[in-house]
């Protein structure tokens, strides 16, 4: 019997099993339209026409037809099946931004008297989300070392129902045992949580290591060239579906399908940019730690980084694309200025507090990322004010560094 034109488009659609994930992250997606697009389609529309008032009914109720862009639509959905695959995970949901994936997490998981166990190095907006704004509604959050897994278990209470962890973090690319966090989380009746985006999935799935959640700012490396806001949630069918969906259709943080169509795409790159970015961070982290300029760098590639060996595991042993440095400094006063100087004498590097660019971005996280924080918890997070965060782009790795040369060799001119 021969295929109709909708069963061999559907088919094509439906790939074999054991494809690699490179091969994922182009083919994964919806089957085309009629039309036989090779390349994913936009749709641009905020409601979806049905063919009569019983299928609408049964849709709406259904919630997993395309009725109503708050709710989903084609675009979205091919995001979230090619992240789910690179990311082993049976579901994903697409955000407005990373950091509404997160209050996604939390809107989904916790409730008043509820009890949170979060590195204190992660990102500056996600200790306030935290600590303030889901604080306001009675969830208590517990901060800790991210490297000592003995800090993780003495936190945890009865009440506690989910552990947070960002692995590298920003901007000191420590790194945490996710297998160790996974299995106190699970000993307490808790999910684990870990935020991805520095690593992706092109270099690390948590899953694998027993992680129930992952989270992504698509912002970043997933989009790879600055261009829209994105983020998500990644894990089982019950998770996505059942409990993070109904927050989502209720509340709104919805992905746009333009924003959505620029990560799909970005995805196909995805790999070749990690190694590329990675490759360049190692070269300008080697050139940097012999610097006499400079004290200290954070970059797991390093055999100086403290969690090298456990970095390298999880990370198929590369450090990804984003590397900090410390500066030499008698005072914080000094060590800001002399930060500030070395920013401001470049002319290759961007000044911004993206990361994830083609284009290398250079910060200072004490005044940017994290400037919202009290003095306690930047001291707490070992955000000290000569620090400098440098997000590695695509750039010749011979034209970064002459521009860091700028500003480190002109120093003791600026005093």
Not at 184 to 189: E, L, S
Request: aromatic share 6%; proline share 4%.
């Amino acid at each position: 019997m021969s295929l109709s034109d909708e069963e061999r488009r559907i088919a094509r659609a439906r790939l074999p099993e054991g494809l690699r994930p490179e091969t994922l992250a182009v083919r994964t997606a919806l089957a085309p339209s009629q039309h036989g697009e090779n390349s994913e389609a936009l749709f641009l529309t905020s409601a979806f026409v049905q063919p009569d008032a019983a299928t609408s009914a049964q849709r709406f109720a259904a919630s997993e037809d395309f009725t109503y862009a708050r709710t989903s639509n084609p675009t979205v959905r091919s995001l979230e099946a090619r992240l789910a695959a690179m990311e082993g995970t049976e579901a994903a949901v697409a955000t407005a931004t990373g950091m509404s994936a997160i209050l996604l997490l939390g809107m989904g998981l916790l409730k008043a008297g509820d009890h949170v166990i979060c590195s204190r190095s992660v990102f500056g907006s996600t200790i306030n989300l935290f600590a303030k704004e889901f604080g306001k509604f009675g969830v208590e959050t517990t901060f800790v070392s991210q490297t000592d897994p003995a800090e993780w278990q003495a936190a945890v209470r009865p009440t506690t129902k989910l552990l947070f962890a960002e692995t590298p973090t920003n901007p000191l690319t420590e790194v945490c045992d996710i297998q160790a966090l996974a299995d106190i989380a699970h000993a307490a009746g808790a999910l684990l949580a870990v935020d991805n985006t520095y690593s992706t999935p092109a270099l690390q799935r948590p899953v694998d290591f027993g992680a129930d959640v992952v989270m992504h700012s698509a912002t970043k490396y997933m989009d790879g060239q600055g261009r829209v806001m994105a983020g998500a949630l990644c894990g089982t069918n019950r998770l996505i579906r059942d409990v993070f969906g109904p927050v989502l259709r209720t509340v709104g943080m919805t992905l746009a399908p333009f924003n959505a169509w620029v990560v799909l795409k970005g995805l196909e790159t995805l790999s070749l940019r990690m190694k590329a970015q990675s490759d360049q961070a190692l070269a300008v982290a080697r050139w940097l730690e012999a610097r006499p300029e400079v004290a200290r760098v954070y970059y797991p590639t390093l055999a100086s980084h403290p969690q090298h060996d456990l970095a390298m595991r999880q990370q198929s042993g590369q450090g990804g694309a984003v590397l900090s440095f410390e500066l030499h400094a008698d005072s914080p006063e000094a060590a800001r200025a002399a930060a500030f100087h070395i920013i401001d004498s470049t002319r290759v590097l961007s000044v911004a507090t993206n990361l994830g660019d083609t284009k290398s971005i250079i910060t200072h996280p004490a005044t940017t990322s994290h400037g919202r924080l009290s003095d306690a918890q930047r001291q707490a997070a070992g955000i000290s004010q000569g620090l400098i965060r440098l997000a590695v782009g695509l750039e010749h790795v011979d034209d970064i560094t002459d521009d860091l040369l700028r500003g480190l060799s002109t120093l003791n001119h600026s005093k």
